[in-house]
Nanobody
Framework: QVQLVESGGGSVQAGGSLRLSCAAS????MGWFRQAPGKKREGVAA????????YYADSVKGRFTISQDNAKNTLYLQMNSLEPEDTAMYYC??????????????????WGQGTRVTVSS
């Protein structure tokens, strides 16, 4: 059974950086979502793996970068200039669908177990 395995979460101070990793085989789209306590799961960033087209939530544009290493079958999320509002559980997600709304969780078929990111002020 295919699984997504995230790593790289942790605790940092505001302004710091973290890099999340997600080990997975090739999918059409892969994305990062986050969910803070009491809030809905929201799309952070996604990538069309074939065309390497990337998508970002407005709240993270210019601070986060999604990328893929095809040789290692790994998806990354580089998070810079972290803010306390970025504190959440971060999830890797993937789908083989050809057309999706990248930030809609229902379009993704496979999810990781999540990795926690805590940003203190």
């Amino acid at each position: 059974q295919v699984q997504l395995v995230e790593s790289g979460g942790g605790s940092v101070q505001a302004g710091g950086s973290l890099r999340l990793s997600c080990a997975a085989s090739r999918f059409s789209y892969m994305g990062w979502f986050r969910q803070a306590p009491g809030k809905k799961r929201e799309g952070v960033a996604a990538i069309h793996t074939g065309a390497a087209v990337t998508y970002y939530a407005d709240s993270v544009k210019g601070r986060f970068t999604i990328s893929q290493d095809n040789a290692k079958n790994t998806l990354y999320l580089q998070m810079n200039s972290l803010e306390p509002e970025d504190t959440a559980m971060y999830y890797c997600a993937a789908t083989m669908r050809r057309v999706i709304s990248w930030s809609t969780p229902q379009f993704y078929d496979l999810w990781g177990q999540g990795t926690r990111v805590t940003v203190s002020s």
